[in-house]
């Protein structure tokens, strides 16, 4: 079995991504980690070269300043990461996510498993959002709980928008990937990094979608849809967290929440009070 890692980075170290940390955490798991590596105007490409390692394989790529249309300039450097990809999975890991050293068996474990199935087509994990800081995490059901992070690399795929895959399987239009656990975890750092960061992080993505999102680093998280985090970060991760992620932050509860925060207010309850999980999941889950 040969498993090869994907990724796209631009401007990393300019948008205080922990993207070596990303990197070094599936280094163990692969035996390949293709790199998009974005005409970046930091040190970005000379940090990953840096790490030194024969398994790392760059390739070098200019975003299109003309693709200013729904994210879609994401989705096209992830393809050029996928199509780079030899091995029999392709686990595709984004800038801001990191792998705990304590999955790492059982995620391999479980692609070995599933490896002959050919009615699993991808494997899917186990997300913590951090948000505010690496002490608080976002229960809400806005932020996907589970996600496919690994794909079988003898399907045709593609992705709209960066964040997920949709197979085509002979129709004009693409579906969601059938998919078992991978039994892992993927830590999400993205909103921990230091205010700053989140606020040029805001000025790039704006440009690439043709329209204003919300901004990332003032957006409001209601205290009662964050819980505080009990279990251990990464190894790979002290060192980022306790330079990039020491700045205060105390959940408070929105004095006037808004008709979204409001309405993820009464999913949450009815989360509490049944069995049911109102996120939403870009696969279909297979029974293995």
């Known amino acids: 079995m040969r498993i090869s890692c994907f990724t796209f980075i631009r401007n990393g170290t300019r948008l205080a991504y922990p993207f070596v940390q990303s990197i070094r955490s599936a280094l163990p798991l692969c ?5 998009a ?5 930091d040190d970005t ?9 024969p398994k790392i394989r760059i390739v070098d790529t200019v975003w299109n300043p003309l693709m200013l249309t729904r994210g879609y300039i994401y989705a096209q450097q992830k393809m050029i990461g996928l199509f780079n990809c030899t091995g029999d999975w392709a686990f595709y890991l984004e800038g801001d996510e990191v792998l705990h050293e304590d999955d790492l068996p059982r995620i391999r474990a479980s692609m070995e498993r599933h490896l002959g199935n050919p009615k699993v087509e991808a494997l899917y994990f186990d997300y913590t959002h951090f948000h505010g800081s690496p002490a608080w995490v976002n229960v809400g059901h806005t932020a996907y709980r589970k996600e496919v992070r690994v794909i079988r690399n003898t399907l045709r795929v593609f992705t709209t928008g960066g964040l997920y895959f949709l197979v085509i399987d002979g129709k004009n239009s693409g579906r969601y990937p059938r998919a078992a656990s991978a039994d892992g975890r993927i830590f999400h750092y993205g909103y921990v990094r230091p205010p700053a960061a989140m606020d040029r992080k805001d000025g790039d ?4 979608w043709g329209r204003r999102p919300p901004p990332l680093s003032r957006s409001i998280k209601d205290a009662r ?9 990464p190894a790979v991760m002290r060192e980022w967290l ?4 020491n700045h205060d932050f105390t959940p408070e509860r929105d004095p006037h929440p808004s008709r979204r925060t409001r309405k993820e207010l009464l999913t949450r309850r009815i989360e509490s009070l049944l069995p049911v999980d109102f996120s939403k999941r870009h696969f279909k889950r297979v029974k293995t």
């Open 37 to 41: 590596a974005g005409d970046s105007a």
């Open 225 to 233: 849809l964050l819980a505080p985090f009990t279990g251990t970060h």
């Open 31 to 35: 035996d390949e980690f293709v790199i």
């Open 205 to 208: 993505v704006r440009k690439f």
């Open 45 to 53: 490409r000379a940090q990953i070269a840096a790490l030194g390692d």
């Open 242 to 245: 306790a330079t990039e992620a």
